[in-house]
């Protein structure tokens, strides 16, 4: 022991102004959480090939539209039924503007572009049976659709997640009211609410986006319930509220940021099955009414004759399957990115 | 337990009856009831709302249509087929919906069942990628495009299986649409079992059992398989529900005489009566299934319901 003693000055009692500081742990090197859920979002392929086929349709509806002098209400009597046909592939004998066609004699192989004297006119998708172009509806479609599905998802992902949060953080009885209305909820299938929403309302966007809300938030309550009831114990929360938090600063600034991860992931699954049911919607005529049209509608319109002209229902088929797909994808890789430790599914 | 599956007797009696509700509120919103679609002078009018009670109060008159409907007299169709009893419609159709979705349910279970094992017990090799290939397709496709794609390739094309139902033929016409129905679920348990199954083999029960000396064969079935089959169970539920959307659309493209045929039909021709009284039976059903989805597992499982009485 030495017999030094210190001697406290004025000094030693000053403010330090160091807020800046005081978040940052200088004993390890910061692991930035965002970079490492990037790196590893990034080291699973299937997941980036979702991701990149997700933009492209993105970017494709966003200006598919456009590319050409079509537009997805205009229809051309003379130009109905025709088969796809693109100028730099014609050489190659694909899409040349031919289709086979059964008749009572066999399988013709027709090509209305030159019967019809249509020598320069290209439809990269071919026309409907209204003549108007499968390109422009299509992407017209696909843009219609992303809006829904995403309005959904978002609006959901706040519903959702408010009520669980709520739920979770003040337990008790206000937990079980609000779990008891939740099971009542979930407990109407979902295909119930909205064709009966539907039937009452009038369809239209605004219409399917709202049927999609009032199904689609219990999945995203639950989760956020569920974090909620596994973090709310933690020393955080409780340092929070020990320096005076009120329940709703803990509630959206202490621990929603950390929830940030499954939600997102939530999120990314719920944009398919609101892509799904808007289809579905469409099929059994609820969706969008004409002539806007979705790509559950461009389906449905497909269907019709999908014997004689299968090329109509083929593009809006693969877009839907495609962006359900890099939906899936992209979902799974996020939510391995943001919890490695989680098992995957 | 008792206090368990009372508890979720209670909560399904209160959802259904929340439901009627709902549908109860619907019918009176609904335009174009049939008492004033006709040349009715006053005093007709007043007759036909004595004759059926129209002018009790609000509550008895949801009483009554609460024991109607559970009775199962579920009104009477408009459109459709004039003035037949809904159930009258709904007796033939029914049996078919049920046979179709459980075919659909019962294949792809097995097949995911068993190509999720495969997937596990295979772990990255070429044989997991297929499985995992396939059933993320199985999981992201909708149902009807499967139906499509069957419809045009079996149906239209090599002229395996009638592209259009055939009350004559019922076994070989509910094949495509029983296999379209049972990818989603097929794809989903084979996802589910592949993750549980990796859990199970690299517990160390298993590893217990095999320093025990047991052969591969006891080892996969009645340690592994086993305890990754419980928390199959509750993925069930959901699939039901998916099942229910998608057999409406696959109904109506292979022209089933079902029920989910019956509902579009409705929907497409306003007949409100219908919508209503189907809308009451598939949820009948759904809560039915979720209670006995639920109860099964809180057997399995002893954690799952002692959490819940814990609550």
């Known amino acids: 022991m030495s017999d030094v003693t210190y001697v406290p000055t004025q000094e030693d009692f000053k403010l330090k102004n160091n807020s800046e500081e005081l978040g940052l742990d200088s004993n390890y090197a910061s692991q930035n959480f965002w970079k490492e859920v990037l790196i590893r979002f990034f080291h699973k392929k299937s997941a980036v090939v979702g991701l990149i086929l997700i933009l492209l349709i993105i970017l494709f509806a966003a200006i598919g539209p456009g590319m050409n002098d079509y537009t997805y209400e205009g229809m051309i009597q003379e130009e109905k039924n025709l088969a796809p046909r693109v100028s730099w592939l014609e050489g190659l004998g694909i899409f040349d503007g031919s289709e086979t066609v059964s008749t009572s004699v066999g399988d013709v192989q027709v090509n209305k572009y030159e019967e019809g004297g249509l020598t320069d006119v290209y439809y990269w998708f071919g026309s409907d049976i209204y ?26 992902m706040i519903i959702g997640m ?16 609000m779990q ?67 329940s709703f600063f803990i509630i959206f600034k202490e621990v929603l940021p950390n929830i940030v991860g499954p939600v997102i992931t939530q999120v990314m699954f719920s944009i398919p099955t609101a892509i799904f049911t808007e289809a579905f919607l469409s099929f059994v005529g609820l969706g969008i009414p004409v002539p806007r049209c979705s790509l559950g509608s461009l389906i449905s319109d497909g269907y019709n004759s999908f014997t004689t002209h299968p090329y109509q229902i083929i593009p809006p088929i693969i877009i839907m399957a495609l962006l359900m797909l890099s939906f899936n994808l992209l979902g799974d890789g996020l939510r391995e990115a943001f919890d490695p430790k989680m098992k995957e599914m | 337990m008792k206090k368990y599956i009372l508890k979720r007797v209670l909560t399904s009696i209160g959802t259904l009856l929340a439901i009627i509700l709902i549908l109860f509120i619907l019918m009176r919103l609904m335009p174009g009831s049939p008492f004033n679609d006709e040349k009715l002078t006053d005093d007709q009018r007043v007759a036909l709302y004595e004759k059926y009670g129209l002018d009790d109060p609000i509550v008895i008159q949801f009483g009554r249509y609460v024991v109607n409907m559970c009775k199962g007299d579920l009104g009477v169709s408009y459109k459709i087929s004039k003035n037949t009893p809904i159930s009258q419609l709904i ?31 295979k772990r990255d090799t070429i044989l997991d990628t297929i499985c995992t290939i396939i059933s993320v ?40 649409p029983s296999i379209a129905l049972s990818m989603f679920t097929m794809a989903s348990i084979a996802r589910f079992t592949r993750t549980e199954m990796i859990e199970v083999l690299g517990s160390e029960y298993m ?33 039901i529900v998916d099942l229910m959307t998608g057999s409406l659309v ?40 979720m209670l006995v989805v639920d109860i099964l597992y809180g057997i399995i499982d002893p954690r799952i319901r002692l959490g819940k009485e814990g609550e």
Not at chain 2, 108 to 113: D, E, T, V
Request: contains cysteine; positive net charge.
């Open chain 2, 207 to 239: 590893l217990l059992a095999e320093s025990k000396g047991l052969s591969g064969r006891k080892l996969l079935f009645s340690h592994a398989l086993r305890n990754a089959l419980i928390p199959i169970i509750t993925v069930l539920a959901p699939l």
């Open chain 1, 180 to 246: 008891r209305i939740l099971e009542i909820c979930n407990g109407i299938p979902r295909l119930v609410i909205v064709t009966l929403l539907l039937l009452i309302l009038k369809p239209g966007m605004l219409t399917i986006i709202f049927a999609l809300l009032l199904t689609e938030w219990v999945g995203m309550s639950r989760i956020a319930r569920a974090e909620m009831l596994k973090l709310k114990e933690q020393e955080f929360v409780l340092a929070s509220r020990t320096l005076g938090a009120g």
């Open chain 1, 131 to 156: 003549g108007r172009d499968l390109w422009t509806r299509c992407w017209e479609g696909t843009r219609v659709s992303l809006i829904i599905a995403i309005a959904a998802a978002l609006i959901d």
């Open chain 2, 250 to 289: 696959v109904e109506k493209i292979f022209a089933i005489p079902g029920v989910g045929s019956l509902l579009v039909n409705a929907i497409q021709s306003n007949d409100y009566n219908v919508v209503i009284a189907l809308s009451f039976i598939y949820s009948a059903l759904y809560i039915a299934i």
């Open chain 1, 162 to 177: 408010s009520y669980g949060l709520i739920s979770g953080f003040f337990g008790g009885k206000v937990d079980m009211v």
């Open chain 2, 91 to 121: 007796e033939s159709r029914l049996p078919i919906s049920i046979g179709i979705g459980f075919y659909a349910v019962f294949r792809g279970a097995i097949i995911g069942l068993i190509l999720g094992v495969i997937a596990a017990l």
């Open chain 2, 137 to 176: 397709i199985g999981v992201s496709v909708p149902s009807y495009v499967f139906a499509l794609g069957l419809s045009y390739t079996m149906g239209y094309k090599w002229k395996w299986f009638p592209m259009l139902y055939d009350s004559a033929d019922a076994f070989n016409s509910s094949i495509m």
